[in-house]
Every structure is written in C-alpha cells, then in structure tokens.
C-alpha cells in the first residue's frame, strides 16, 4: 500500500503510523458530558467501504494526515494535511487554524 | 450408540461406505423459530449445540451467508490456553479449556485436541518477572502455569535459539502444559453435526440483509433466502459486527475490524512439539500432524475487511520466526491467508444481552476467538436460554465501556490495533 504524502509523495505504507477513526470528534477538555468523551475514546464508525482516517508519516515528515481508505479495496482515495487531527467541536479551535 | 465408533467404521467399511449420513442436512429455512443464531462459524454452531443440549431449546436456525465453517474457525492458528491475567478473564478461559478437554468425547466427533503445551518466551528480567506475577496470578485461580528456565525450554524445543548470541537472547519462559491446538475445522464439523442431530437447521447461503421489528423490538431477520421470524435472534458474526449492527441501526461500537495473517510452512519432520510465543514482538508457531509448521504475528494494523495481508507484515513475521529458528532460514512458505478480527476497545470480548430488545451479541474476540469457542457457545446459550448472562460472562458486557468496567488484559488503552 502506498500513501501519498503532500510533503514527501508517494511513500511505502511501512513508513506511516495509524492512528484510527478520523471521523470522531474531541469533545473540549473542561466538558464532562460523559456520552461525549465516551464515543470519543471508545465508539467507531468502523464501515465497510470508504473510511476518513488519520495516519502519521513518522517515518517521514512527521505530518499527521487525513486519508480516505477503502477498507475493502485498500485503495487511497485521498490525502490531505489533518491540521487538528480529529474533529474539534471547539469553534475557537477551528477559527484558529 | 455413538453414530462413530470403532463398530460402525467397521460395518461402513465391510458395506462399501455407502450407508454414511451427511453429518449435517441441507434444510430450507422454516417461517420461525424459537431461536435465530446469525454466524455459522464456531461460536454461532457451538452457541446452536448448547442450546440444544444444555437449555432443550432445539427450534433454532444457524443463518451462515457462505458455507459453514468459512470465516475465521477456519482461517486460525488453532492455539488453545487460558493463560490470562486478570480474573474475569482466567475464569472464562479455564471453562473453556475444562470443554476442550472433554470435547472430542461429548461431540462424538474428534477435534483432535493435542495439550502439547504453550510456552511464552521471555528476554528481559522485567518480562520474566511479569511473567512469574502472571503465572502466580493462573495458579491462583487453578489454572496450571510453571516457570521454565532457559535449559529446560532448551531440552524441549532443540531448534530454538537460546544462545547469548540470539538476537533477543532467551531467560526463561511461562508454559501452561494443559494448553495446546486443536483441528479447527473438526470443531465446526463437530458442533454442526451435533446440533443438527439435535434439530437445529443449519442454513448456508443465507445472508441477513436486514432485521425486522415490531416497535423498538426485534422480531426475525430478512434474508438472502426470505424473512424467518425467531422470539430472539443472537449475533455471533465476528468481523462483520459492524456491519449488522449497522443493519439494526446501530452505527457506532466499540469495536474496529483488522486483518490477521496466518501462515503455514511446507511440510518438516518434527521440530516444535509444543505452541511457542516470542516475548520481543508478536509471533507464534505450532507444527500440524502433516508437518507444516503454522505460524502468525501482529494485525496488519488498520481497518481492513480484506480477507488478506499486505507484505509488510509477511516480512516482520518472517523475521521473528528467524530470530527464534535461525535453522528455518530455507523453509519454504507454503500459503498465506487472513481472518477478520473484531478488536475491542479493551481487548476483551462482549457476550450479552441486547442491546436491542429481542437481540442477543457475542462478539470482539479480537485475534483469540478460536479457544474461546466452547466456552463462548456455552456462555451464549445460557444468556439466551435465561436472558441474563452466566456468572462467566457476566463481565464482558457491551456497556462496561461507559461504565469505566474495562477489561485490559494487556494495559493497552482504547487502540484496539496493539491489544
């Protein structure tokens, strides 16, 4: 499997670090909405199909990116630069990138 | 009289072993049944077997959307132990080893059970020590576990490299003797044939394609093969837990889907006579009665439902049997394949009630489902039989998540690629 990384190209996947479901969202870290942080640490999307997922070129660039795999297929539909990582639901946050 | 024995082989061989029964039937599926099980790899068979022998619920379908037995009872590398630290844990394991032991027997059917031992390779000071608290931690609970040092795990395996010189040199090692391999794919044919001769219909070719309901209850399936109403309908599907939780409306679970790689040599004289495990990565080997020796490592490390590998990890896994048997250098690789694993959040399996009423889950074995077969299928049925879970099960729910009840064998946090 080949992951094109928008620094380096395309790189062997044995150079990238999985970082699973890129689909969940952080809740803010003052939130004690249990329910929240629950599906964020514990509940995945887990799909048969096209999946948003994060990876790290830690042997490369060090860049975390957002990569949309088909899990079935293993195709690499696209790849870009996660900025945040996963999803904030803290609108400051997103402002600031 | 035991439809095999050494009387009836004997009267089918003088007869031209014409007068053989299918040890299964073929039937279509029935309107309703009392009970529906979704999966009809080993949990889902030995789920429909006690059902029929322990509880007398014998109006069950076993619904398999290929052919019985095709998913991962018979993709696995056949290991069975109960060599577990935590107690919720042992406790399952164990009564799923005390069925192994007599499972050939209850069956009528010979799985081939061989307890020629698993021994865990330590190579630091630390290792051994966690080892020993392990050890101490089975012992406590009954389970049987022994410290072995370097010469003795010497004597029992000639092949392994226990030099210094070894890349991870070797200290010592945990073994529980009463662990060993089965034939995996005798233990589908076993429960299938006892179920249905207790009338359970097992139905091949029939995917679920849907669930129906009545209100917020479950009330039968809809299928490849028509809609089958059942009072309760129980999941044992694995890797594709997602996918039919997502048919009942059910996006989210604790769970991610990766692929395992297992491997199997061309055939040797014999070299390993016991299940051995690498302490410096994720590596394990057994030898078959025809030779090969079967091996596997880690999951390929992301979502995968490809029922096979990528060559990264064919690679690592090869290189850690090198560092263990640098003799099997010229070993030839005969066949490679992969299973679907249902990884937990904490590694530990869900066998439950619900969550939707009228249904019933049994899922996330991560890569250990295969030992856990007998006691999973006992366990299942007790939970459907009564609707309330056995003392066995009773911890592994689907909410232990939520209620901060986590079962972490390994202490390896919600990163369901590492447990």
Same mark, same amino acid.
């Given at each position: 499997?080949?992951?094109?990384?928008?620094?380096?190209?395309?790189?062997?996947? %044995?150079?990238?670090?999985?970082?699973?479901?890129?689909?969940?969202?952080?809740?803010?870290?003052?939130?004690?909405?249990?329910?929240?942080?629950?599906?964020?640490?514990?509940?995945?999307? *887990?799909?048969?199909?096209?999946?948003?997922?994060?990876?790290?070129?830690?042997?490369?660039?060090?860049?975390? #990116?957002?990569?949309?795999? *088909?899990?079935?297929?293993?195709?690499?539909?696209?790849?870009?630069?996660?900025? !945040?990582?996963?999803?904030?639901?803290?609108?400051?946050?997103?402002?600031?990138? | 009289?035991? &439809?095999?024995?050494?009387?009836?082989?004997?009267?089918?061989?003088?007869?031209?072993?014409?007068?053989?029964?299918?040890?299964?039937?073929?039937?279509?599926?029935?309107?309703?049944?009392?009970? %529906?099980?979704?999966?009809?790899?080993?949990? !889902?068979?030995?789920?429909?077997?006690?059902?029929?022998?322990?509880?007398?619920?014998?109006?069950?379908?076993?619904? &398999?959307?290929?052919?019985?037995?095709?998913?991962?009872?018979?993709?696995?590398?056949?290991?069975?132990?109960?060599?577990?630290?935590?107690?919720?844990?042992?406790?399952?394991?164990?009564?799923?080893?005390?069925?192994?032991?007599?499972?050939?027997?209850?069956?009528?059917?010979?799985?081939?059970?061989?307890?020629?031992?698993? #021994?865990?390779?330590?190579?630091?000071?630390?290792?051994?020590?966690?080892?020993?608290?392990?050890?101490?931690?089975?012992?406590?609970?009954?389970?049987?576990?022994?410290?072995?040092?370097?010469?003795?795990?010497?004597?029992?395996?000639?092949?392994?490299?226990?030099?210094?010189?070894?890349?991870?040199?070797?200290?010592?090692?945990?073994?529980?003797?009463?662990?060993?391999? /089965?034939?995996?794919?005798?233990?589908?044919?076993?429960?299938?044939?006892?179920?249905?001769?207790?009338?359970?219909?097992?139905?091949?070719?029939? &995917?679920?394609?849907?669930?129906?309901?009545?209100? !917020?209850?479950?009330?039968?399936?809809?299928?490849?093969?028509?809609?089958?109403?059942?009072?309760?309908?129980?999941?044992?599907?694995?890797?594709?837990?997602?996918?039919?939780?997502?048919?009942?409306? %059910?996006?989210?679970?604790?769970?991610?889907?990766?692929?395992?790689?297992?491997?199997?040599?061309?055939?040797?004289?014999?070299?390993?006579?016991?299940?051995?495990?690498?302490?410096?990565?994720?590596?394990?080997?057994?030898?078959?009665?025809?030779?090969?020796?079967?091996?596997?490592?880690?999951?390929?490390?992301?979502?995968?439902?490809?029922?096979?590998?990528?060559?990264?990890?064919?690679?690592?896994?090869?290189?850690?049997?090198?560092?263990?048997?640098?003799?099997?250098?010229?070993?030839?690789?005969?066949?490679?394949?992969?299973?679907?694993?249902?990884?937990?959040?904490?590694?530990?399996?869900?066998?439950?009630?619900?969550?939707?009423?009228?249904?019933? #889950? *049994?899922?996330?074995?991560?890569?250990?489902?295969?030992? /856990?077969?007998?006691?999973?299928?006992?366990?299942?049925?007790?939970?459907? /039989?009564?609707?309330?879970?056995?003392?066995?099960? /009773?911890?592994?729910?689907?909410?232990?998540?939520?209620?901060?009840?986590?079962?972490?064998?390994?202490?390896?946090?919600?990163?369901?690629?590492?447990?």
């Amino acid at each position: 499997m080949l992951i094109t990384c928008p620094y380096c190209g395309p790189r062997d996947v %044995i150079e990238f670090t999985y970082q699973g479901d890129g689909n969940r969202e952080r809740p803010q870290p003052a939130s004690q909405n249990l329910d929240a942080w629950n599906a964020y640490v514990y509940d995945r999307l *887990n799909p048969a199909g096209d999946h948003n997922e994060i990876w790290q070129h830690s042997g490369g660039c060090r860049a975390h #990116l957002r990569v949309v795999r *088909n899990t079935i297929t293993h195709e690499i539909l696209s790849t870009e630069f996660a900025r !945040g990582g996963h999803k904030s639901t803290d609108s400051r946050a997103e402002g600031r990138s | 009289m035991a &439809e095999y024995s050494a009387f009836s082989l004997l009267k089918n061989a003088l007869t031209g072993n014409k007068d053989w029964k299918p040890a299964w039937r073929k039937p279509d599926p029935k309107a309703s049944y009392d009970v %529906i099980v979704i999966g009809g790899g080993g949990h !889902g068979l030995s789920t429909a077997y006690y059902l029929a022998k322990e509880h007398g619920i014998t109006n069950v379908a076993v619904l &398999e959307k290929g052919w019985l037995g095709s998913g991962n009872v018979g993709r696995n590398t056949t290991a069975v132990r109960s060599n577990y630290l935590l107690p919720q844990n042992t406790r399952f394991y164990e009564h799923s080893m005390k069925l192994w032991e007599n499972l050939s027997h209850d069956l009528n059917y010979n799985v081939m059970f061989s307890q020629r031992g698993c #021994l865990n390779l330590a190579h630091t000071p630390a290792q051994l020590d966690d080892y020993a608290r392990r050890g101490n931690a089975m012992r406590h609970l009954g389970v049987d576990a022994e410290l072995w040092s370097v010469d003795r795990i010497k004597r029992l395996v000639p092949a392994l490299d226990v030099s210094g010189s070894a890349r991870f040199p070797v200290l010592g090692g945990l073994m529980q003797p009463r662990a060993g391999t /089965a034939r995996h794919d005798a233990v589908a044919w076993g429960y299938a044939r006892g179920a249905d001769r207790r009338g359970v219909d097992i139905v091949e070719n029939c &995917e679920v394609t849907g669930f129906l309901r009545d209100g !917020g209850r479950i009330t039968g399936v809809s299928t490849t093969r028509g809609e089958i109403r059942a009072k309760k309908v129980a999941l044992a599907v694995a890797g594709s837990t997602g996918q039919v939780m997502q048919l009942a409306g %059910i996006s989210h679970m604790p769970i991610e889907s990766h692929v395992l790689q297992a491997f199997v040599s061309e055939s040797l004289k014999p070299i390993v006579d016991t299940v051995l495990t690498f302490g410096m990565g994720h590596f394990y080997i057994s030898q078959s009665d025809k030779g090969g020796l079967v091996y596997g490592g880690d999951l390929d490390g992301y979502n995968s439902y490809a029922q096979r590998g990528s060559l990264p990890v064919v690679d690592e896994v090869m290189s850690e049997m090198l560092a263990l048997f640098p003799g099997l250098a010229r070993v030839r690789m005969l066949r490679s394949w992969g299973g679907l694993c249902d990884m937990t959040m904490d590694g530990s399996p869900i066998i439950t009630t619900g969550p939707l009423p009228g249904m019933y #889950l *049994n899922c996330g074995w991560c890569y250990g489902g295969f030992k /856990a077969t007998p006691a999973s299928g006992w366990c299942f049925a007790y939970t459907i /039989a009564k609707d309330e879970p056995h003392e066995f099960n /009773a911890p592994f729910t689907l909410d232990r998540f939520y209620r901060g009840l986590i079962i972490d064998d390994k202490g390896q946090g919600a990163n369901p690629r590492l447990h």
